[in-house]
């Protein structure tokens, strides 16, 4: 079956410093996601990609935050300087269509630690 | 603001029993209420909800959704230990750009 692969699984960073986060889709879906889920808390939305832009993002993907298809595969998510409270677990998602006829297949996340 | 509500928090039963998970939305332009299990790492899709009253089925669990009163239920009948995790509702809008998330409800299931 089909998935959503991210990569690390797990990445330590310090306070400062950028990290980038990667995910390959599955390979026909044309509309890409990014969550995060702070430990105890819910799955937040942070941003929708599509056709080579962002189609929406919310208050917490700031200046901070980029997001780029840097190629036919790979859909990454970049914070470039990191505070402790972006400690979280990140989802990338995808979709064959907006909205996702099966609503969307998430990959297993990375947790991202900033200490 | 949108919002999503689910109710309990946490749920611990015993094997073999039925449980039944709720969920509350307050979304404007609401297209779909989604249902996802939590166990791990990233929640795997249950059901997707778009019509009310048309319950959607598969194997043990079952949920359905009410349109007129903005609430779905899942149902989780004949419980066993793997059925523990949390279980995320989720509304999805029109504009399908997003979708806003509950808080989810851990669920437990006791030998």
């Known amino acids: 079956e089909p998935e959503v692969t991210q990569t690390p699984s797990h990445q330590v960073t310090q306070m400062g410093q950028e990290v980038i986060l990667r995910c390959v889709p599955i390979?026909?879906?044309?509309?890409f996601y990014w969550y995060r889920q702070i430990l105890g808390q819910k799955v937040e939305f942070l941003v929708s990609?599509?056709?080579?832009?962002?189609?929406?993002k919310s208050e917490i993907f700031d200046d901070q935050f980029s997001v780029e298809r840097p190629d036919g595969s790979n859909f990454t998510l970049k914070i470039r300087s990191t505070k402790l409270e972006d400690s979280a677990m990140y989802f990338c998602?995808?979709?064959?269509?907006?909205?996702?006829?099966?609503?969307?297949?998430f990959g297993s996340g990375t947790r991202l630690t900033v200490v | 603001e949108d919002k999503v509500v689910q109710s309990p928090l946490s749920l611990v039963v015993h094997e073999g029993d039925t449980v039944t998970l709720n969920c509350s939305y307050e979304?404007?332009?609401?297209?779909?209420l989604l249902w996802y299990k939590q166990e791990k790492k990233a929640p795997t899709f249950l059901f997707m909800l778009?019509?009310?009253?048309i319950e959607k089925k598969s194997g043990r669990l079952s949920s359905i959704l009410d349109k007129k009163e903005l609430f779905s239920i899942l149902n989780i009948t004949a419980t066993q230990t793997g059925d523990s995790a949390v279980y995320l509702c989720?509304?999805?809008?029109?504009?399908?750009?997003?979708?806003?998330f509950g808080k989810g409800t851990r669920l437990h299931i006791l030998p």
């Open positions: 998602a995808s979709s064959e269509e907006a909205g996702g006829a099966y609503g969307y297949t």
């Open positions: 390979s026909n879906h044309l509309y």
């Open positions: 990609f599509y056709n080579n832009e962002i189609s929406e």
């Open positions: 979304v404007t332009n609401f297209r779909s």
């Open positions: 778009t019509s009310s009253g």
């Open positions: 989720a509304a999805l809008t029109r504009r399908d750009d997003k979708i806003i």
